[in-house]
């Protein structure tokens, strides 16, 4: 056996994201709902343009994805809580030269109170089914934006997820990391010490890494820098430079790591926010950047454009995905070429 997570800059055969069809993702007013599908919808299409794409759609909100999807993306009806797919899809990794999918378990980012996921536990293997895709079942309570790999076998996580008592009460950083090794290939797993600020608060998902750093194809790190000492995510960065400048890939290599710099926006009407431009999506031969009418926007797409050479970098507004509590790399996931 010989299993290997895939970095996202690799061939895709398709990308998957779900569509939001409920609850607080559509929001609390028709309007409100209007601008999520109008945002998810920019991504999908964005993508579909570039390569194909599998929509989950709750079948009662078919009519609504219909009218706002490009006509080539392909529907799987699949009822959902929510649509974070990177989160409650699979992990797709090539095993022996063939696709699997790793169907983490999903509560709901750690039994949180306000989280309903007794469908979106479901999503993963109901995805692969359609794809005809095996399934590797695991323990973990996990999801996808909770890690990052360089598709070498390093990986970035952070220790207020994988250790979460609401996720996995006990596990020790030796269990989680065998674990990965099992099901992603792991070689070398590079903890941080927690994620950002206001997604470490009630409605985030306790620290997911997808914000705060990321590999890129030419070797380097991305990390999330926030600049301005009067938010609470400078002494994040502060620490999770620390970390990543002495740490080592899974071949004994130190890290190339360079600043991401934050949005200049620092709150918004809810807190601080947690805009994060490392939360962008490679596809082939672009990468959906996230955008924020910031005045950091323009420099932050050009370190993009620089991490991936050849690629058209794609800004779409992110702030709708953000005001419900993620980003464009967390309602998309890749499935890679094999």
């Given at each position: 056996?010989?299993?290997?997570?895939?970095?996202?800059?690799?061939?895709?055969?398709?990308s998957w994201m779900a569509w939001p069809s409920t609850g607080y993702t559509l929001g609390a007013t028709e309007e409100?709902?209007?601008?999520?599908r109008r945002t998810w919808a920019a991504v999908a299409n964005a993508i579909v343009a570039r390569e194909p794409l599998?929509?989950?759609?709750?079948?009662?909100?078919?009519?609504?994805?219909?009218?706002?999807?490009?006509?080539?993306?392909?529907?799987?009806?699949?009822?959902?809580?929510?649509?974070?797919?990177?989160?409650?899809?699979?992990?797709?990794?090539?095993?022996?030269?063939?696709?699997?999918?790793?169907?983490?378990?999903?509560?709901?980012?750690?039994?949180?109170?306000?989280?309903?996921?007794?469908?979106?536990?479901?999503?993963?293997?109901?995805?692969?089914?359609?794809?005809?895709?095996?399934?590797?079942?695991?323990?973990?309570?996990?999801?996808?934006?909770?890690?990052?790999?360089?598709?070498?076998?390093?990986?970035?996580?952070?220790?207020?997820?994988?250790?979460?008592?609401?996720?996995?009460?006990?596990?020790?950083?030796?269990?989680?990391?065998?674990?990965?090794?099992?099901?992603?290939?792991?070689?070398?797993?590079?903890?941080?010490?927690?994620?950002?600020?206001?997604?470490?608060?009630?409605?985030?998902?306790?620290?997911?890494?997808?914000?705060?750093?990321?590999?890129?194809?030419?070797?380097?790190?991305?990390?999330?820098?926030?600049?301005?000492?009067?938010?609470?995510?400078?002494?994040?960065?502060?620490?999770?430079?620390?970390?990543?400048?002495?740490?080592?890939?899974?071949?004994?290599?130190?890290?190339?790591?360079?600043?991401?710099?934050?949005?200049?926006?620092?709150?918004?009407?809810?807190?601080?926010?947690?805009?994060?431009?490392?939360?962008?999506?490679?596809?082939?031969?672009?990468?959906?950047?996230?955008?924020?009418?910031?005045?950091?926007?323009?420099?932050?797409?050009?370190?993009?454009?620089?991490?991936?050479?050849?690629?058209?970098?794609?800004?779409?507004?992110?702030?709708?995905?953000?005001?419900?509590?993620?980003?464009?790399?967390?309602?998309?996931?890749q499935q890679p070429a094999v």
């Open positions: 056996m010989n299993r290997r997570m895939p970095a996202e800059w690799e061939p895709h055969a398709r409100e709902a209007d601008e999520a599998t929509m989950l759609v709750s079948p009662e909100a078919r009519g609504a994805a219909d009218a706002h999807l490009d006509p080539r993306i392909e529907i799987l009806e699949v009822p959902l809580d929510d649509a974070w797919f990177r989160d409650v899809g699979p992990t797709f990794v090539v095993e022996d030269g063939a696709l699997a999918g790793v169907d983490w378990v999903f509560n709901g980012w750690g039994a949180q109170d306000w989280a309903v996921w007794d469908k979106d536990a479901l999503a993963a293997r109901a995805a692969l089914a359609s794809a005809g895709v095996p399934r590797i079942s695991s323990p973990l309570v996990n999801e996808g934006g909770g890690l990052h790999t360089d598709g070498r076998g390093t990986f970035l996580v952070t220790e207020t997820v994988q250790l979460d008592p609401g996720r996995n009460p006990g596990w020790t950083r030796a269990q989680v990391e065998e674990e990965l090794a099992r099901t992603v290939g792991a070689r070398t797993v590079i903890w941080l010490p927690r994620g950002l600020t206001r997604d470490s608060e009630r409605f985030g998902t306790r620290g997911h890494v997808d914000i705060v750093a990321c590999f890129t194809p030419g070797g380097q790190v991305l990390v999330h820098d926030q600049r301005d000492p009067a938010h609470p995510d400078h002494a994040v960065s502060a620490e999770v430079r620390a970390v990543l400048d002495s740490a080592t890939d899974a071949d004994g290599r130190p890290l190339d790591v360079v600043a991401l710099q934050a949005p200049a926006t620092l709150r918004d009407d809810d807190g601080w926010v947690d805009w994060s431009y490392v939360n962008h999506y490679v596809l082939d031969g672009a990468v959906i950047a996230c955008a924020f009418d910031d005045p950091h926007d323009a420099e932050a797409l050009e370190v993009l454009e620089a991490a991936y050479p050849g690629r058209e970098i794609v800004p779409v507004d992110a702030r709708p995905i953000f005001d419900r509590g993620g980003g464009i790399h967390c309602i998309t996931q």
